[in-house]
Structure formats: C-alpha cells, structure tokens
C-alpha cells in the first residue's frame, strides 16, 4: 500500500491512496483525540471499524510505526528502551466524518450540526444553479431552434432568393444613381 505523507501548513491532511486514487486522509488518533473519546485509541478504531464495517485499503490503511519506548518509567527491571511497533490508521476523510458524527458526545454532536449545516449550504448552492442551468439550457434551444430554421431556409430558398435579391439590388442603385451624359456638343 503506497502512501504519501504530505502536511499541509499544518492541516490534518495526509494524501494517501486508497482503492487506486491519491485522496486525501486523517490520522484517527489525531480524530480521536479532538473527539475525546474516553476509550483508549486502539480498541475505539478497532471497534469502530467493525462496527461500521469499514475495509482496509478502501476506507483506511494501517502503518506500522517503530517507537523507542522507555522502560524507566514503568515498574519492569530493565530500565532500557525498547523498540515498540505503534499501529497508525489514515482514514479517509468519508470515514473521518462518518466516525465524527457518530461519536456520542459533544464533540460529535459539533460535527453532525456542522455537517447539517453544510449540506443545507450546498442544497441551496445547488438549487441556485439548477434553476440557471434550466434558464441556459432554455436559452441555447431556442438559439438552436432559430439556426435550424434559419438553414432550412436558406437550403431550400436561398439559391433562388440571393440571385433576385442582388438582381434587385442593383437596379435600385442604377436608378438611384443620376445619370450624366458625357457628350460633346461641337
């Protein structure tokens, strides 16, 4: 699984491919932790995951993080460090929002009132330009309509119409025109 770790001017964002597209993605114990969940980090995604049924590769990828983890402060005999292998989940961003406005909390109440919010946004966003689309699209049929008239007419008319018209045309000019006589009067 490839993915590419690209921070934002310190956005939550991290591009990462999921089912074949670069999209972008959140690392779900930075959601985690805005959504304070009071359960520890791996068994709220771990259950997250299941309960929603969420799949690896589509919806998130895990990564496996080596950290040095000191012993000293915890009550084993060695007070060396040791390698750990922390697991990171980058989700997409439809996840992330699915488990924001699931989260039965304050934090997750936020989200799904947000969420609400910017749907309306958009359905009135999206009901402006339908009606502009509907006024267009009116306008180019009629445009349409007119050409279609226009050359139908002219295929049918306008090899005999031209010819007379210049014909006329010209006539008028002729006697429009005054007429001097250039003659020598010797």
């Not at 496996?64 to 697991?87: C, F, G, N, Y």
């Not at 989940?89 to 969420?115: A, F, P, Q, W």
């Not at 002219?154 to 090899?159: A, D, F, R």
Request: charged share 30%.
């Amino acid at each position: 699984m490839n993915m590419m770790v690209s921070h934002e001017k310190q956005t939550p964002f991290i591009e990462v491919e999921l089912n074949g597209k670069v999209q972008l993605g959140v690392n779900a114990r930075d959601l985690h932790k805005m959504l304070e969940s009071k359960q520890d980090f791996s068994t709220w995604i771990k259950r997250r995951i299941s309960q929603c049924g969420f799949e690896e590769g589509f919806d998130y990828v895990r990564l496996h993080q080596k950290m040095e983890v000191d012993l000293s402060s915890t009550k084993k005999w060695s007070s060396k460090a040791r390698p750990q292998i922390a697991i990171e989940y980058i989700i997409s961003v439809d996840m992330t929002k699915h488990l924001g406005m699931m989260e039965r909390n304050k934090k997750g109440h936020e989200i799904r009132k947000y969420y609400i919010e910017q749907e309306e946004l958009a359905r009135h966003l999206k009901d402006g330009l339908q009606v502009r689309i509907g006024k267009l699209s009116a306008q180019v049929e009629l445009i349409t309509q007119c050409l279609s008239e226009a050359g139908r007419f002219l295929s049918v008319n306008g090899k005999q119409t031209k010819p007379a018209m210049l014909k006329e045309l010209d006539e008028l000019i002729k006697e429009a025109q005054p007429s001097l006589d250039f003659k020598d009067n010797e």
